[in-house]
């Protein structure tokens, strides 16, 4: 077999370019790391600021309900109305309540009275989500107020009509790593398969090394799978070693079945190699490949797969596009297999979809390569 | 169709077309078991694009070609197992040591690991890089990475040798050792095919095809070509302002061509005596100074030109 050769090589190479591997191992750890952190999009130890007209006990016993929760952060009381802007203009606070001076007063009276929430919205999704916890805070609190009065009054049983027991599942912490974990393994092996295949074959046109093997007595498709094999077995670690900090870091572990995961992640890995390949019959030099690849490959993967925003978010148009990009189905799958445990039954259609798509692009690859390499 | 089994290289109006441009123009040769074939011609003459479709990686337009008796249409795979092929860049794998390059070369080749341990040794030898193993192919000296490539070519012996420019870019005397090594493979049988802008190692070659323009204008031993000029005279001169020079005797009826030659310039007579005085006469009158006159052995730049010049003529002739 002629392929061997090939594929030692590559492994040479690879070995050679310390920049590419790096770039391959040490990337993906990094970016679940950052990404875990930093890309969060739980909204917890919002500080906040209290202006209290009132100081009152009512007053403090309102304040106290945010002190207690995990969601806010108290900072400290102002002494005059001119801090409130200073404090949410420097960010030192992104909350400030202001409570009136009447606010105790009207309560005693059963007379509604006002407060002032101030929310820095300048991140609109942590404003939203803040607003959302405030909301739910203060209601709770109004509850409690009125159901005081009623037991003050003498009516002795009072039950609110609707109790809600909100549970969530499969991410019951609502933990954003666990979430981005299906999507950068999605991710990252369309960077790894995309950029090495197409920037290998590539370079070997662009060196003028290609011509060399093409005399030789060697097939199209050995070739081909000579110098994918080994950025396979790459991208195979990368996958590995991302659901490793993901399970040290964030507690992210495989519920669904690994030969299950191993078989989608398989189809996919063909179907971004196949678009790397693709993209190396078109791209003459390597530069243009990168940025063939960035384009149409990494970009929709990272926007355009519900990776980081959610599909049925987007326009209509939007969407349409994003059954183009292969991430979609395999992320489906993915985040059914790692966080749901579900089997194939639950999303055997985006596995069909994937496939078609695989297949698809593998064809055109293979008519354009033997026309590229002729 | 007889001859394709006897001769290595058998070629019929073989055509190559780019969309309208016409990069090989119906070209026909053979070339003998042993022989040293060189194709002679400027950039853009059609020698590599013929190479290459020799070597089965480029389809032709029109025509057969047949190489170690394989239609190199139909039989693309046949061919390239007896052909050894170096293209113009000697690509080899830079960041690859010198001993993995000869193991994937061989490797690609199918060579077992007994007899790619003998050739590689060989292979060493001939590039002169005994000991060196180890070192990255990119850190060697072009002349070494040129000969490694030769020797990475002809790793599995094959009977048939193509070299597309290969000694472009490597300093004389690394030229001088590959073309040593191209003389002791043809002593041994095999059958080189090389192509080259350099007039000087055309005149290594057992036989010649000068290439313009897509078409193969001459054929024959380098001493046949040169005979192509015989009734011409060819004067070497050097002066001041050689380009106006050349012009000044371009003009005159009796002098058939003119050509730069390094510093100097070749002008080449036929038939007119006493044509080196004349020569000088008319620069001197012209206010040209004449550093040198002499009667000079016609090169084959000469004969290329000529023969470059003849064609065009014809042509022209045809064509109005």
Not at chain 1, 284 to 301: D, G, N, R, S, Y
């Amino acid at each position: 077999m002629n392929i061997v050769p090939v594929i030692v090589k590559e492994f040479r190479q690879l070995r050679r370019d310390k920049r590419i591997l790096t770039v391959l191992l040490f990337i993906p750890g990094l970016m679940l790391f950052m990404f875990g952190y930093a890309l969060n999009f739980d909204v917890k130890h919002t500080r906040f600021a209290v202006y209290d007209e009132d100081r009152s006990s009512m007053s403090r016993s309102f304040i106290e309900q945010f002190t207690t929760s995990e969601y806010f952060d108290f900072v400290e009381y102002l002494t005059h109305p001119s801090q409130i802007d200073k404090r949410l203009d420097g960010e030192q606070v992104r909350v400030v309540l202001v409570i009136p001076s009447r606010f105790s007063y009207d309560l005693a009276r059963n007379i509604e009275t006002k407060v002032q929430v101030l929310i820095d919205g300048t991140n609109s999704t942590a404003g939203t989500i803040v607003l959302g916890y405030v909301n739910s805070i203060v209601q709770q609190y109004s509850l409690k107020i009125v159901m005081d009065a009623f037991q003050r009054s003498g009516k002795t049983s009072l039950t609110i009509p609707i109790d809600y027991r909100p549970r969530l599942w499969y991410n019951p912490e609502l933990k954003s790593a666990k979430f981005m974990v299906p999507g950068l393994i999605a991710f990252i092996m369309m960077v790894t398969a995309v950029i090495s295949t197409a920037l290998s074959v590539v370079r070997e046109r662009e060196l003028g090394t290609m011509e060399q093997l093409l005399v030789a007595p060697l097939s199209p498709a050995e070739l081909i799978i000579g110098k994918t094999i080994p950025y396979i077995v790459l991208s195979i670690i990368a996958t590995i070693i991302i659901l490793g900090v993901g399970f040290a870091l964030f507690d992210v572990t495989i519920k669904g079945s690994i030969l299950l995961l191993s078989c989608v992640t398989v189809i996919y890995l063909v179907a971004a190699l196949g678009m790397g390949l693709f993209i190396s019959t078109i791209a003459e030099t390597q530069q243009v490949a990168f940025m063939i690849a960035a384009v149409t490959t990494l970009l929709p993967t990272f926007i355009l797969s519900g990776f980081v925003f959610p599909i049925r978010n987007m326009p209509e148009i939007i969407q349409v596009i994003t059954y183009l990009v292969p991430a979609r189905y395999f992320l489906v799958g993915l985040r059914s297999i790692i966080l749901k445990g579900v089997g194939i039954e639950a999303f055997w259609d985006q596995v069909l979809y994937l496939t078609i798509f695989t297949v698809i692009i593998l064809s055109g690859t293979i008519v354009r390569m033997k026309k590229a390499l002729r | 169709m007889i001859g394709h089994f006897e001769h290595p290289i058998v070629v019929r109006s073989l055509t190559k077309k780019f969309g309208l441009f016409v990069a090989v123009d119906s070209v026909s040769f053979v070339v003998e078991k042993g022989e040293i074939f060189g194709f002679l011609g400027p950039n853009g003459a059609g020698k590599s694009t013929t190479i290459r479709m020799l070597c089965g990686i480029l389809e032709p337009t029109d025509g057969n070609a047949w190489v170690g008796g394989f239609d190199v249409r139909r039989e693309p795979d046949e061919v390239k197992k007896c052909i050894g092929y170096m293209s113009q860049r000697f690509s080899l794998y830079e960041d690859l040591t010198v001993e993995q390059n000869l193991i994937f070369f061989g490797g690609i080749y199918g060579l077992e690991s007994e007899r790619l341990e003998v050739r590689k040794h060989w292979a060493l030898d001939i590039a002169g890089l005994r000991g060196q193993e180890k070192v990255l192919t990119g850190e060697l000296p072009s002349g070494w990475k040129q000969r490694l490539a030769l020797g990475c070519t002809i790793l599995h012996e094959p009977p048939i040798l193509f070299l597309d420019e290969p000694t472009s870019g490597v300093d004389p005397i690394s030229r001088r050792i590959f073309w040593d090594l191209i003389y002791e493979l043809s002593n041994q049988g095999t059958t080189v095919f090389v192509t080259t802008h350099y007039m000087d190692e055309a005149e290594h070659c057992t036989r010649l095809g000068l290439m313009y323009g897509g078409k193969l204008i001459a054929l024959g031993t380098p001493t046949e070509l040169k005979q192509k000029l015989s009734g011409y005279t060819v004067y070497e001169v050097e002066s001041t302002q050689p380009l106006e020079a050349m012009e000044v005797l371009q003009a005159e009826e009796w002098v058939a061509e003119t050509s730069m030659f390094g510093t100097a310039f070749h002008v080449s007579v036929q038939n007119v005596p006493r044509a080196g005085l004349k020569i000088r006469k008319i620069l001197e009158k012209n206010g040209f100074e004449i550093r040198k006159v002499e009667k000079t052995i016609p090169s084959l730049e000469d004969v290329f030109i000529h023969t470059v010049l003849h064609q065009e003529q014809n042509s022209f002739h045809t064509e109005s």
